[in-house]
């Protein structure tokens, strides 16, 4: 089992910025791939970015790209989102979600376990 619990949403103003955590345990964090998704009221789930088992690539959706930047620090067990100039389009519950079997994927049903998710809001 691996348990995923989000941090760090919040209200924002339009062009503001926030760092969103995952903190992960029950299994070696290093063993599996993260991804970060997201959900808007109304919306399908949408993949934002996704990193490797050891950090060496990264990938992410064209909506936040040159935007947010995802990392993995595999000794404090945590996976980050760094969200810069962010716009009322990206208010949304985030969700991260691990990856034991492939790795950058972009579809929700490759991923074996999810966060509850946090809530960000942007305001205009």
């Known amino acids: 089992q691996v348990q995923l619990v989000e941090s760090g949403g919040g209200l924002v103003q339009a062009g503001g910025s926030l760092r969103l955590s995952c903190a992960a345990s029950g299994r070696t964090f290093s063993n599996y791939a993260m991804g970060w998704f997201r959900q808007a009221p109304g919306k399908e789930r949408e993949f934002i970015t996704a990193?490797?088992?050891?950090?060496?690539?990264?990938d992410y959706a064209d909506s936040v790209k040159g935007r947010f930047t995802i990392s993995r620090d595999n000794s404090k067990n945590t996976v980050y989102l760094q969200m810069n100039s962010l716009k009322p389009e990206d208010t949304a519950v985030y969700y991260c979600?691990?990856?034991?079997?492939?790795?950058?994927?972009?579809?929700?049903?490759?991923?074996?376990?999810w966060g509850q998710g946090t809530q960000v809001t942007v305001s205009s």
């Open positions: 990193i490797t088992w050891n950090g060496g690539r990264a």
């Open positions: 979600a691990a990856d034991l079997t492939y790795g950058l994927g972009r579809r929700t049903a490759e991923y074996d376990y």
